[in-house]
């Protein structure tokens, strides 16, 4: 298809703040010139589309300047957090093109660390065991306009918090009897610096350290000196945690360890999707989707199964760019991206997705020809292949119209069209089902001066249309996306309602009888190509349990995106 080149976000690596930061850094020899970035996720749900984003921002900037990325996983939430999602998150990371080396780390890997620094802000008389439960928190924490109110505990003697905090870890207390709060200033005026938690108590089994532990680390706490510990130069992370960022210093400056700088861009937003794990979770365990890597969903693995390529989600993750403000991005781009990649690499095939049967009666009964076909067009190198071609065929339904209107080139009754690398037919007669009245069959003839679809005497057809020989036809299972959601942005929608609501349960439709060219009889789950006229479409893992090839339309042709666009310019 013919893009508009001018219409779409260029692709040259545009020097972004993040990248601006670094190059000053360099420039002032800060770190030495080390660039040392991390991707922390939370193992309690897949990898989506925004994570993407993330992870190939942390590990795009370590490569280019010559530094690493770590892949850590912050499992400080047992209740959450499972082996399955931390296996899935590696296997989707490395899908995306990233190698973190021997950079896997695990924050709970630090938790002794992590314990001992607090010993020593008790001991500071930074910190304090407080008795006061959840509500009790919440309450006295006043709002943006008031300051909080101090807990009665606050001002508990060191050695008594000490002695408290040591019992909360050796699993004297039940569940809430206490936490661990930082001392700073309940009238802050920003709510995070209010007494913030730090350990909260949790009898939960945890993957990798089983009952070890019955305190865990809140975020805030944890996370810088996660970072701390492996020497991270730059923390990049989203914009939510720009408030955050004061509590991030004052924990290392109180503790005065090693300070990686926290430097906040905005999360990627794609309309029509999907994007938080709360939500993605929600909709597998109701069975909205069948399962986390269902092709509908913007999750890495889901993407992954639909048919989308790592080098497309690189090229996207760069083409919408880094800033400081939030925007939503049009999923468009993402499709964009994803068809430039295809349609350089993707094998051309004849699929036919809703077959209607042709007879050529003046074809010899028993013959059949090989006719030679272009694999890509846009790479001669991928060669040709053979497709037999027969007395019957199958085209699409919508290939025929009995009635054309004005300007329909395809195939109607006493017109001529060019088969596909084949030869010219004309349609004669139509037969119709005697009950329904539906049209079952069309008899056809050909003009045999027309091989490979061009006559000498260069008489010329307007349409060219694809199809399958009938006796050498694969039949498959074809399965049609659209997207999950019927609004852009069910947050801008008026009325409140969850965004559930606004789900389409027609998301998914399901071919049965489509006829495909014998090429692909055995193509393995993964296989991508074009189906000529129809989109790109690959091979389901589902094709092994079934017997037969299941494909999944991965994106339609038609590239709406790039011509609707009024500006070089990725968001809307
Ligand atoms: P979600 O909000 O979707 O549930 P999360 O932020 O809780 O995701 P984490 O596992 O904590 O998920 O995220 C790991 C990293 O990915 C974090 O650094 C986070 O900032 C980043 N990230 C998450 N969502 C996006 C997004 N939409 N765009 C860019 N980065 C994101
Ligand atoms: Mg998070």
Redesign the pocket.
């Given at each position: 298809m013919k893009i508009e080149e001018n219409k779409v976000p260029k692709t040259d690596k545009v020097i972004h703040f993040i990248r601006q930061i670094i190059n000053q850094d360099i420039a002032d020899n800060k770190n030495e010139g080390r660039v040392i970035t991390r991707?922390?996720?939370?193992?309690?749900?897949f990898?989506?589309?925004?994570?993407?984003?993330?992870?190939c921002?942390?590990f795009g900037l370590a490569q280019e300047y010559g530094g690493r990325c770590h892949l850590r996983f912050?499992d400080t939430n047992p209740v959450k957090e499972e082996q399955k999602y931390i296996d899935g998150?590696i296997e989707d990371v490395r899908w995306l093109g990233f190698d973190w080396g021997e950079h896997l780390y695990y924050a709970s890997d630090y938790f002794e660390k992590m314990y001992k620094w607090a010993e020593i802000l008790i001991q500071k008389g930074l910190a304090f065991v407080d008795s006061a439960n959840a509500d009790q928190i919440r309450e006295w924490r006043g709002t943006l306009t008031q300051p909080g109110k101090e807990s009665p505990d606050r001002n508990r003697p060191f050695g008594e918090n000490l002695d408290l905090f040591r019992r909360m870890r050796a699993g004297e207390f039940e569940d809430g009897a206490y936490v661990l709060r930082a001392k700073i200033d309940m009238a802050h005026p920003n709510m995070n610096m209010r007494d913030p938690v730090m350990y909260r108590i949790l009898k939960a089994a945890h993957p990798r350290t089983g009952e070890d532990w019955c305190i865990y680390p809140m975020?805030d706490w944890a996370h810088g000196l996660e970072d701390s510990i492996e020497g991270i130069t730059h923390s990049?992370?989203?914009l939510?945690?720009e408030d955050h960022r004061p509590l991030y210093d004052w924990f290392l400056d109180q503790l005065g360890i090693y300070h990686p700088q926290q430097i906040e861009?905005?999360?990627?937003?794609?309309n029509y999707t999907v994007?938080?794990?709360?939500?993605?979770l929600q909709l597998v365990q109701n069975r909205i989707v069948d399962g986390w890597d269902d092709p509908r969903m913007p999750t890495i693995s889901g993407l992954r199964r639909r048919g989308y390529t790592p080098e497309a989600i690189r090229d996207f993750a760069e083409r919408i760019g880094v800033a400081k403000r939030e925007s939503m991005v049009d999923i468009g781009l993402l499709e964009h991206c994803l068809r430039e990649d295809l349609n350089k690499r993707a094998p051309r095939v004849m699929g036919v997705l809703k077959p209607l049967k042709i007879t050529i009666t003046n074809y010899p009964e028993d013959q059949v020809e090989w006719l030679e076909a272009v694999n890509n067009p846009e790479d001669e190198s991928a060669g040709v292949r053979k497709v037999p071609f027969s007395r019957e065929i199958y085209i699409e339904q919508d290939d025929f119209m009995e009635i054309p209107p004005k300007g329909y080139h395809r195939l109607s009754l006493g017109s001529e069209v060019r088969l596909r690398y084949a030869y010219y037919i004309t349609c004669n007669q139509v037969v119709k089902d005697k009950n329904t009245g539906e049209i079952c069959e069309l008899l056809c003839t050909f003009d045999p001066e027309s091989r490979g679809g061009y006559t000498a005497d260069g008489r010329k057809v307007k349409g060219t249309i694809h199809w399958v020989s009938v006796p050498h036809a694969v039949d498959a299972e074809i399965r049609l996306y659209s997207s999950l959601l019927i609004v852009a942005d069910p947050d801008a929608e008026k009325e409140e309602r969850e965004f559930i609501d606004y789900i389409d349960p027609d998301s998914l439709q399901i071919l049965n009888h489509c006829k495909l060219e014998p090429s692909l009889k055995d193509a393995p789950a993964g296989y991508f190509c074009q189906f000529e006229r129809k989109g790109y479409f690959c091979v389901d893992r589902d094709s092994v349990r079934c017997g037969y090839p299941v494909f999944n339309r991965t994106v339609e042709l038609r590239d709406s995106w790039a011509k609707m666009q009024p500006s070089n310019n990725a968001v809307l």
């Amino acid at each position: 298809m013919k893009i508009e080149e001018n219409k779409v976000p260029k692709t040259d690596k545009v020097i972004h703040f993040i990248r601006q930061i670094i190059n000053q850094d360099i420039a002032d020899n800060k770190n030495e010139g080390r660039v040392i970035t991390r991707f922390p996720p939370e193992p309690n749900g897949f990898l989506h589309i925004g994570h993407a984003k993330s992870i190939c921002l942390n590990f795009g900037l370590a490569q280019e300047y010559g530094g690493r990325c770590h892949l850590r996983f912050d499992d400080t939430n047992p209740v959450k957090e499972e082996q399955k999602y931390i296996d899935g998150i590696i296997e989707d990371v490395r899908w995306l093109g990233f190698d973190w080396g021997e950079h896997l780390y695990y924050a709970s890997d630090y938790f002794e660390k992590m314990y001992k620094w607090a010993e020593i802000l008790i001991q500071k008389g930074l910190a304090f065991v407080d008795s006061a439960n959840a509500d009790q928190i919440r309450e006295w924490r006043g709002t943006l306009t008031q300051p909080g109110k101090e807990s009665p505990d606050r001002n508990r003697p060191f050695g008594e918090n000490l002695d408290l905090f040591r019992r909360m870890r050796a699993g004297e207390f039940e569940d809430g009897a206490y936490v661990l709060r930082a001392k700073i200033d309940m009238a802050h005026p920003n709510m995070n610096m209010r007494d913030p938690v730090m350990y909260r108590i949790l009898k939960a089994a945890h993957p990798r350290t089983g009952e070890d532990w019955c305190i865990y680390p809140m975020y805030d706490w944890a996370h810088g000196l996660e970072d701390s510990i492996e020497g991270i130069t730059h923390s990049i992370c989203t914009l939510e945690f720009e408030d955050h960022r004061p509590l991030y210093d004052w924990f290392l400056d109180q503790l005065g360890i090693y300070h990686p700088q926290q430097i906040e861009f905005a999360r990627l937003n794609l309309n029509y999707t999907v994007m938080s794990k709360r939500k993605l979770l929600q909709l597998v365990q109701n069975r909205i989707v069948d399962g986390w890597d269902d092709p509908r969903m913007p999750t890495i693995s889901g993407l992954r199964r639909r048919g989308y390529t790592p080098e497309a989600i690189r090229d996207f993750a760069e083409r919408i760019g880094v800033a400081k403000r939030e925007s939503m991005v049009d999923i468009g781009l993402l499709e964009h991206c994803l068809r430039e990649d295809l349609n350089k690499r993707a094998p051309r095939v004849m699929g036919v997705l809703k077959p209607l049967k042709i007879t050529i009666t003046n074809y010899p009964e028993d013959q059949v020809e090989w006719l030679e076909a272009v694999n890509n067009p846009e790479d001669e190198s991928a060669g040709v292949r053979k497709v037999p071609f027969s007395r019957e065929i199958y085209i699409e339904q919508d290939d025929f119209m009995e009635i054309p209107p004005k300007g329909y080139h395809r195939l109607s009754l006493g017109s001529e069209v060019r088969l596909r690398y084949a030869y010219y037919i004309t349609c004669n007669q139509v037969v119709k089902d005697k009950n329904t009245g539906e049209i079952c069959e069309l008899l056809c003839t050909f003009d045999p001066e027309s091989r490979g679809g061009y006559t000498a005497d260069g008489r010329k057809v307007k349409g060219t249309i694809h199809w399958v020989s009938v006796p050498h036809a694969v039949d498959a299972e074809i399965r049609l996306y659209s997207s999950l959601l019927i609004v852009a942005d069910p947050d801008a929608e008026k009325e409140e309602r969850e965004f559930i609501d606004y789900i389409d349960p027609d998301s998914l439709q399901i071919l049965n009888h489509c006829k495909l060219e014998p090429s692909l009889k055995d193509a393995p789950a993964g296989y991508f190509c074009q189906f000529e006229r129809k989109g790109y479409f690959c091979v389901d893992r589902d094709s092994v349990r079934c017997g037969y090839p299941v494909f999944n339309r991965t994106v339609e042709l038609r590239d709406s995106w790039a011509k609707m666009q009024p500006s070089n310019n990725a968001v809307l």
